[in-house]
């Protein structure tokens, strides 16, 4: 017989087994009832268990729900392997392939072998459709499922509107920036963070703690987040002040990294110029000849990038990016220099006595270019940005130096020193040299003036079409894109002085520095005017450039 002492002592006994139990695996559980519960959105066995399933989802107050219910709402859930992801398209990646996030219980961006971002054809997808009613039950949640969003402005915006909101829970947006992975998005939803803990807090010393906290984020929202909560009612004089002095520091900081950012984006589109007017400048030093189809080599080289990037796709099946950049610099130099060549020898060469009627020919010759480069292309195409070259350094929130134009300005670099290399320490920059100061009399040496005009059109044109592959990595590639340059370049040539290359790289970084400077200031129209109407007034001091002849060539 079992008396009463011993049956309280198996009651207690079997009580604290029960709490052991849900202790230890009531965890599991409810995670596997979530598990559940998403298979039966997923795959219901009719409409009624997915309304349910959803229904209960809703009901969980978890935050590692919202990025599954933010994937049905947005219409990107997909099965992959038997496992329920979200899926993205992404610019970085090719074509038709799409990247990947695990949603439950770990919310993270899949990985390849190498530990990369891993990206999948979409053909490897399964979508899983779910009717619009389904979806419309979790647009009650609101802001809470876009700080999930697949799109990355929609979840900085979120995280903007979470912050004025009194019904999100700072745990919630804590969680949601563990989780995120976008450094632009992560900069917004700190600025909010902060912001929200402002409003949150009741003395002068913790607005003060998340003020210092909101100015060092440094993003482009936090001088506007500090004078907007100084400004409100009800906030104390002396955190009101402080918050206003935080907010005058961060503008004058981020008018200096402005300014730095202008004179970047002014040494990229410098390198530019100076690639286009390179060759120009021989050209026009050594023949004489205004060649107005100089911006059209520009245009060909791009063509040419855009051309290779199909070759590379449609024939190769070579989806990287990067690939077919690397064939399409040296090819884009080789067809734009084989097109100058051809110029030369049937236009040009017939016109070097001439020079009003070879500016009219290469003017003509220009237009029918353009036209072809149409009639062929479209109006407008688009080259790919090598994945290597996307991104960039991220020096302050308002000041980033993009990879792609710091490898324009190394690769001018690199050219600039060719060119010299080649002018002054081969015997082909010698006979250049020569037919530029004195052709009569480099040919009474023996020079053949014929070959080295049609070489030196050659290389001319060349630099262009490189110039014009390089302009793929920052702009759309358009039939007249050249004519954009021309102008500036035919500056360039004539302020640096005609054929110095020293003259053409310090009137390049002028020109490329100060429009990006005084478009800053005024418009770009008039930032243009200003410019050509500072060179006017320089070139009536100095009517042969920064760096003329001299000696009895100069008199001639």
């Known amino acids: 017989m079992i008396n009463n002492v011993q049956a309280l002592k198996i009651f207690i006994w079997g009580l604290c087994c029960c709490l052991f139990y849900v202790a230890a695996y009531g965890g599991s559980y409810s995670q596997d009832s979530v598990a559940v519960l998403m298979q039966q959105v997923a795959n219901p066995s009719d409409e009624a268990d997915r309304s349910g399933a959803i229904q209960k989802l809703l009901q969980n107050e978890s935050p590692a729900i919202l990025p599954f219910l933010a994937a049905v709402q947005n219409t990107a859930l997909y099965e992959w392997k038997g496992e329920l992801v979200s899926a993205h398209k992404n610019p970085d990646t090719p074509e038709g ?42 647009s009650g949640l609101g802001v809470r499922t876009n700080l999930f969003n697949p799109n990355a402005q929609l979840r900085a915006a979120a995280y903007t509107e979470a912050s004025q909101s009194d019904d999100i829970a700072p745990e919630l947006l804590s969680w949601a920036l563990a989780h995120e992975d976008n450094p632009k998005v992560l900069l917004a939803g700190r600025e909010a963070y902060c912001y929200f803990q402002m409003t949150q807090a009741t ?64 040494l990229s589109l410098a390198s530019i110029l100076i690639l286009i007017s390179l060759g120009l400048g021989v050209v026009y030093g050594l023949a004489g000849i205004i060649n107005m189809a100089h911006g059209e080599f520009l245009m060909i080289g791009a063509y040419a990038t855009f051309s290779v990037q199909l070759l590379f796709s449609n024939v190769f099946g070579i989806q990287s990016s990067d690939w077919f950049f690397l064939a399409a610099l040296p090819l884009s130099f080789i067809v734009a220099g084989s097109a100058g060549l051809l110029l030369e020898r049937l236009v040009v060469r ?42 960039g350094i991220h020096v302050s929130p308002q000041l980033v130096l993009p990879y792609n134009r710091l490898f324009i300005i190394a690769l001018t670099l690199i050219i600039v020193a060719l060119v010299y290399w080649v002018l002054m320490h081969t015997r082909l920059g010698l006979q250049i040299r020569a037919v530029t100061q004195n052709r009569s009399m480099s040919a009474c040496l023996g020079i053949d003036t014929k070959r080295v005009n049609a070489i030196t059109f050659f290389i001319g044109s060349g630099l262009a079409g490189l110039a014009g592959c390089a302009m793929t990595l920052i702009g759309n590639v358009v039939p007249d894109m050249g004519q954009s340059y021309i102008v500036d370049s035919f500056l360039m040539v004539v302020i640096g002085g005609v054929g110095k290359i020293v003259g053409i790289i310090v009137s390049g970084l002028g020109i490329g520095i100060s429009s990006k400077i005084l478009e800053a200031f005024f418009e770009a129209v008039y930032g243009k005017v200003t410019i050509l109407f500072i060179i006017m007034i320089f070139m009536q001091f100095r009517p042969k450039g920064l760096f003329p002849d001299k000696g009895r060539s100069a008199e001639e």
């Open 97 to 138: 392939y799409m990247l990947l996030k695990k949603l439950y219980p770990t919310y993270a961006t899949l990985l390849d072998d190498e530990q990369q971002p891993l990206s999948v054809s979409q053909e490897e997808l399964e979508s899983v459709r779910i009717a619009r009613p389904d979806r419309l039950l979790i």
């Open 203 to 266: 003395t002068t010393s913790e607005i003060k703690l998340w003020g210092d906290s909101l100015y060092n984020t440094g993003g482009s929202n936090a001088f506007q987040l500090l004078q907007n909560f100084a400004k409100r009612d009800g906030v104390a004089e002396e955190a009101s002040a402080y918050l206003l002095s935080q907010a005058e520091k961060l503008a004058a900081k981020s008018a200096w990294m402005q300014r730095i950012q202008n004179v970047f984006s002014g």
């Open 350 to 391: 017939r016109l070097y006595a001439k020079p009003l009627d070879s500016l009219l020919a290469t003017w003509g010759v220009s237009l029918i270019l353009i036209q072809m480069a149409r009639w062929i292309f479209g109006d407008m195409t688009a080259v790919k940005l090598p994945a290597i070259l996307s991104g």
